[in-house]
């Protein structure tokens, strides 16, 4: 294919980048449908093969920035309800942080095109280059893996269950081969640049998806057939407005209608009743009236309790914050206590606050909040229950953490309720998923407005609530039994394909090194 001069780019090309990003967000949830997710790279693709590395990089830039703004509308909605600030301001905020994580399919969109001005097999490189490229994404700057790309097979079980080896990486893995094999065939084949002989491809690519979908079935049987401790388990939704939640004159409305809606549903058998995060609005323990009748509602009903309270801790003249997380037995005593580790940033605490002093936080609280230190495993007979505050259940590391420490259910607290109604807790919900078949544990989902779930070990969602109603839910979970290659190691597929990509850099920086002189 004849490539452009340098950043000469068809005007059409734009819009081909902005059409390709609106395929991404297509992919995921709420409006989105999985099969979206085996074509959306094709338009991107076209324009890695047509275009310099620098144009590409700029439209695929473009592409970022319209599935950005499309799939994370919502957080203008955020800060500008919650935090105050104008709606250009709010579209600002959301904007910039699109544009940041647009450079990522910007840099894989360059480096598609870089590797196929060279004498090597681009077509190979470009699943390495998306996963290395997502695996960017996920880690610097504190990470931000709201929706890779293979989050969108969700629903589709048996593509997902590779994750307990690879993680979530190696599912885009395959979408993006497929995406790329599909391309080929359909538009390089023909172009007189033949790399690989069509039907040959065309088989291998089959076969492997097979093999996926093979081990997804044989894993899904085996998570059906195990044998292992059952779980008890109880989720309550209150579904309190976000507007006066904080109000202290709602606090104890807010404890009455969480006690009302637990007898409603705590049974004999029940082991474990679950409230989300912050459900208790005030300074647990240190609000004595408060925790004192949240206590006796625990003594009345006789079954240990789990829910999320925010706390303080005094070092001198100096206040910590915490988003915590407190297990209080049947008796109404503090067996465990949980703070959350992966803060949310510009919503719980400034990072980079040296550099960043003129920022403040957008949304109303008590004060900055402090990381936690550690993960926390704790004891409710038969399970060992690890805890995820919000959005820690989009960062697969802390939920390898709480497996590899023992834990075989996870629990995960959340108030989706500064997102609206807006697509936002259907994605949150859609990559607790993962966390569930990545350590093949049960996972449960407590959101104070929705959507609460259950999920079991094979990633099934067994059971959802509706947004802005108050719920109960009761289930029985399998627990987790022993630990996954993907809990053991980690990340390591995405790490092999970085260092994959960045081994085909520097055999073409080599290659064309050669080139030059043999030229001289």
Request: charge should be positive; charged fraction near 15%; hydrophobic fraction near 45%.
């Amino acid at each position: 294919m004849n490539r452009p001069q340098l950043f000469d780019v068809n005007p059409r090309h734009w819009l081909v980048a902005a059409f390709s990003g609106l395929l991404l967000t297509l992919c995921f949830p709420r409006y989105g449908h999985p099969l979206v997710a085996w074509i959306a790279l094709l338009p991107l693709l076209y324009l890695a093969t047509v275009s310099r590395p620098s144009s590409a990089l700029a439209l695929g830039w473009v592409a970022g920035v319209a599935h950005g703004l499309s799939l994370l509308y919502w957080i203008s909605y955020v800060v500008n309800h919650y935090g105050n600030l104008s709606l250009p301001v709010s579209l600002g905020v959301c904007f910039l942080l699109v544009a940041y994580l647009a450079v990522f399919p910007g840099l894989f969109c360059a480096g598609l095109s870089w590797l196929g001005q060279r004498d090597l097999p681009w077509l190979v490189f470009a699943p390495f280059l998306w996963v290395a490229c997502e695996l960017g994404k996920s880690t610097l700057l504190t990470g931000f893996p709201w929706e890779n790309l293979g989050y969108s097979q969700y629903r589709w079980l048996p593509f997902i269950q590779v994750a307990d080896l690879t993680g979530v990486y190696g599912i885009s893995f395959l979408l993006v081969l497929v995406n790329s094999v599909l391309f080929y065939l359909l538009f390089v084949r023909n172009s007189g640049t033949r790399s690989f002989k069509g039907p040959v491809l065309l088989i291998l690519t089959i076969a492997f998806v097979l093999t996926v979908y093979g081990y997804g079935r044989w894993r899904l049987d085996s998570v059906d057939g195990r044998s292992g401790p059952s779980f008890n388990l109880a989720l309550v939704q209150g579904n309190i407005d976000q507007d006066v939640k904080w109000n202290p004159a709602f606090q104890k409305t807010t404890i009455e209608r969480y006690a009302r809606l637990t007898r409603e549903v705590v049974g004999q058998q029940t082991h474990l009743v679950v409230w989300p995060e912050t459900a208790a609005p005030f300074y647990f323990l240190a609000d004595s009236k408060n925790s004192r009748v949240l206590i006796k509602e625990v003594q009345r009903l006789r079954k240990p309790l789990l829910f999320g309270s925010p706390a303080y801790r005094r070092d001198g003249e100096r206040l910590s914050f915490f988003n915590r997380a407190y297990l209080v037995d049947g008796q109404g005593r503090v067996k465990g206590r949980y703070d959350k580790i992966h803060l949310v940033p510009f919503g719980e605490y400034v990072p980079y606050q040296r550099l960043l002093f003129f920022v403040n936080r957008l949304v109303q609280a008590a004060g900055d909040f402090a990381a936690g230190d550690r993960s926390v495993v704790m004891d409710v007979p038969p399970a060992r229950v690890g805890v995820l505050i919000c959005y820690e259940a989009i960062f697969p590391q802390l939920s390898r953490k709480l497996t590899l420490a023992g834990a075989n259910l996870l629990i995960n607290i959340t108030n989706d309720a500064w997102f609206g109604r807006s697509s936002a807790p259907y994605q949150h919900l859609s990559m607790a998923v993962l966390r569930a078949v990545e350590n093949r544990v049960p996972l449960a989902r407590s959101a104070n407005t929705g959507i609460s779930a259950f999920i079991d070990a094979g990633g099934r969602i067994l059971q959802t609530s509706n947004l802005f109603e108050e719920a109960t839910m009761k289930n029985t979970l399998r627990l987790g039994q022993g630990t996954t290659i993907y809990c053991r190691y980690g990340d390591w597929f995405a790490w092999s394909c970085l260092f994959i990509s960045l081994a085909a850099f520097v055999y073409s920086m080599v290659w064309r090194g050669k080139q030059l002189l043999m030229r001289a």
